[in-house]
């Protein structure tokens, strides 16, 4: 569906990592069916932008037929596992008459870094040796 690649975006306390299609919430996974996913990253994709119920069934669903309630169902099962309401909406907002915006700021690609320590221990050990000459 998307042609981005493999990304992490944070937003609030969730990160969508699309190379895994995992979403967390404060490090734990949310669990996600695949077409929720799908909508999930495109509605990240497109954040801020209005997006038409015909636009998000055409690409999410790739022109197979499906009827609007199966969109219904799915931005209900997003909002649940994003501990949201149609009535109290953090990220997914309805627009009347017009579709849905994904309303949450979003820190793109974010880096890891990972920190180690190395440390080096050096043993010298001298031997005396006596010659001796017969």
């Known amino acids: 569906m998307n042609g981005h690649?493999?990304?992490k975006i944070a937003f609030a306390e969730f990160?969508?990592?699309?190379?895994?299609?995992?979403l967390t919430r404060e490090g734990e996974v949310?669990?996600?069916h695949s077409k929720a996913f799908d909508l999930l990253e495109y509605f990240v994709d497109n954040g801020g932008r209005v997006l038409t119920k015909d636009e998000i069934l055409e690409i999410v669903w790739e022109g197979k037929f499906v009827?609007?309630?199966?969109?219904?169902?799915?931005i209900s099962n997003l909002r649940?596992?994003?501990?949201?309401?149609k009535d109290n909406a953090r990220f997914l907002v309805t627009v009347p008459g017009k579709g849905y915006k994904f309303a949450a700021g979003l820190q793109h690609d974010?880096?890891?870094?990972?920190?180690?320590?190395?440390s080096e221990l050096t043993i010298e050990h001298e031997e005396e040796f006596e010659h001796i000459t017969p």
């Open 5 to 7: 690649g493999d990304r």
């Open 15 to 22: 990160e969508l990592d699309t190379g895994l299609r995992r």
């Open 30 to 32: 949310v669990p996600l």
């Open 67 to 74: 009827e609007e309630s199966n969109l219904a169902v799915q």
């Open 80 to 85: 649940k596992a994003l501990g949201e309401s």
């Open 110 to 118: 974010i880096t890891v870094v990972e920190t180690h320590t190395v």
